[in-house]
């Protein structure tokens, strides 16, 4: 089901483009993937903060070598709640991405390495950008969550799996 107009998804689109993001769309940060949802966009200024993580995800792009999925951009609060997301989600201060892989590229060597990167690129800028990394599961899976920006700085939860893969990559 489509909240956000046509109107406003072009002007997402306009202001992603003319801020040098090239692979992700103002309909796709503003997508719910597995609840059917493309939400209503936040207040323009507010905009600026969804930059930082989408720099990742392109980075993060680039590093696996194909594209990748936004399954959640920005999340209004109602629909947060409603989704049972936590309480000071980074999605709703338009701030987070959780990116899967494409179905083409979901064998277990392509989780691997996309769990792999993403822990990488935590290393490489998580400290500079304060960014934030999600992994869903251990070693390897189809989702993970970035984030960046304040006011929650560089970390990461399901630290064990973060953690884990650091070691490897050590």
């Not at 680039?62 to 000071?88: E, F, Q, S, T, W």
């Not at 083409?104 to 290393?123: I, K």
């Not at 560089?154 to 050590?170: C, Q, S, T």
């Amino acid at each position: 089901k489509q909240l956000a107009t046509d109107q406003q998804i072009a002007e997402l689109d306009t202001y992603l483009r003319r801020s040098g993001i090239t692979h992700f769309t103002g309909r796709e940060v503003l997508t719910m993937r597995r609840a059917g949802l493309i939400v209503q966009p936040p207040p323009k200024t507010i905009w600026h903060r969804i930059l930082p993580t989408l720099k990742l995800a392109e980075q993060l792009r680039d590093m696996c070598g194909h594209p990748l999925v936004v399954g959640n951009g920005y999340r209004p609060k109602a629909i947060n709640k409603a989704v049972g997301g936590a309480r000071l989600s980074q999605h709703v201060t338009f701030r987070a991405l959780d990116l899967d892989l494409p179905k083409s590229h979901s064998d277990q060597v392509a989780q691997c390495a996309f769990y792999e990167n993403a822990v990488r690129l935590w290393l490489e800028h998580g400290a500079d950008m304060d960014m934030g990394l999600g992994l869903y599961r251990r070693r390897r899976g189809t989702r993970v969550h970035i984030d960046a920006g304040r006011p929650w700085g560089h970390r990461r939860w399901k630290r064990r799996y973060v953690d884990e893969i650091v070691a490897e990559l050590r």
